[in-house]
């Protein structure tokens, strides 16, 4: 059985790591002893993060689409460092709106970077820490791999593929020593609330911001979140949710499921009513 002592990471590897829960959650792994590699798509974000971390974090320019890229990186890290304990696999884009204001491509980003970026991850990981017999894998779902969140389809699809890839893989890795753990955040203060792809269309020119706050008022911090993450995974644990309102819609849903399909069917119909006030107004200002 794992203890939270045998939690003792020296080498991480964060995806996503340049800003918000990516960032937060290499900080926490720097604070508890890693030497941690910021990976990230923005080359700037990767530099800017790994200085204010100091001189336990290192850069890395990275596409997490990139199955090859990130098996380069994955072992570069092997290779000069000698071993990885932590692969946290939280690169991730937000995709909102409606099924019928959505298309091709807005399917094809969630699931690049969202779904095949894990599987990259994971795949790239998973060989180096069976071959250890130790080791950790984190990936970043949502409270959204929880339960149905409509008008976000795409992010949800991917999501709850997250959290089966998951806690499949934790039955397999446990007997080689490897733990598997999904975090499961509500709605965080980060970047990607202002970076939702299909966000305008489908949110009338409100903010994201202000139609999240409709659902939860409050936001998490990353700092929150990574400080529940990495104790999650120090306790091995398989989901790890973190806020009030995911503790409280899983468990909803677990226990009292048509309750929950409610919550949920309010939920989508007052955004297709917000989508259409928003329409109106802009009708009447043409």
């Known amino acids: ?70 098996t380069a990186l994955v072992d570069r890290v092997v290779e000069e460092r000698g071993r990885l304990d932590v692969m946290v696999n939280n690169a991730g884009v937000a995709i909102g709106g409606l099924l019928e204001e959505l298309d091709e491509r807005h399917w094809a980003k969630a699931l690049d970077v969202n779904l095949r970026g894990v599987i990259h991850g994971v795949t790239a990981a998973y ?21 149905p969140a409509p008008a976000m389809l795409p992010y949800t699809t991917t999501k709850h593929a997250v959290v089966g890839l998951s ?11 490897v733990r598997v753990s999904v975090l499961c955040p509500g709605f965080v203060d980060t970047p990607l609330l202002d970076e939702v792809y299909a966000a305008p269309p489908s949110f009338g020119g409100d903010s994201v911001r202000a139609r999240v706050r409709l659902m939860q008022p409050s936001f998490l911090t990353p700092e929150v979140v990574a400080r529940k993450a990495v104790d999650g995974l120090a306790a091995n644990r398989a989901v790890i949710p973190v806020g009030f309102l995911a503790h409280l819609s899983w ?24 989508n259409e006030r928003a329409a109106r107004r802009a009708a009447a200002s043409a």
């Open 1 to 70: 059985m794992f203890s939270r002592s045998d939690f003792s990471p020296q080498v991480s590897i964060v995806t996503g790591g340049g800003s918000g829960i990516g960032l937060a959650i290499a900080a926490e792994l720097v604070a508890r002893g890693s030497s941690v590699v910021v990976a990230d798509i923005d080359p700037v974000k990767a530099q800017s993060a790994a200085t204010r971390l100091g001189g336990a974090a290192t850069p890395a320019t990275l596409d997490v689409a990139d199955a090859d890229a990130v």
């Open 127 to 147: 060989p180096h820490l069976r071959r250890q017999g130790r080791g950790s894998i984190l990936n970043t779902a949502s409270l959204a791999g929880l339960i």
């Open 167 to 177: 806690t499949a893989l934790r039955a397999e890795a446990a007997s080689q020593g």
């Open 251 to 274: 468990r909803t849903l677990r226990y009292l499921p048509p309750v929950a399909r409610g919550m949920v069917q309010v939920q989508a119909t007052g955004h297709r009513r917000l």
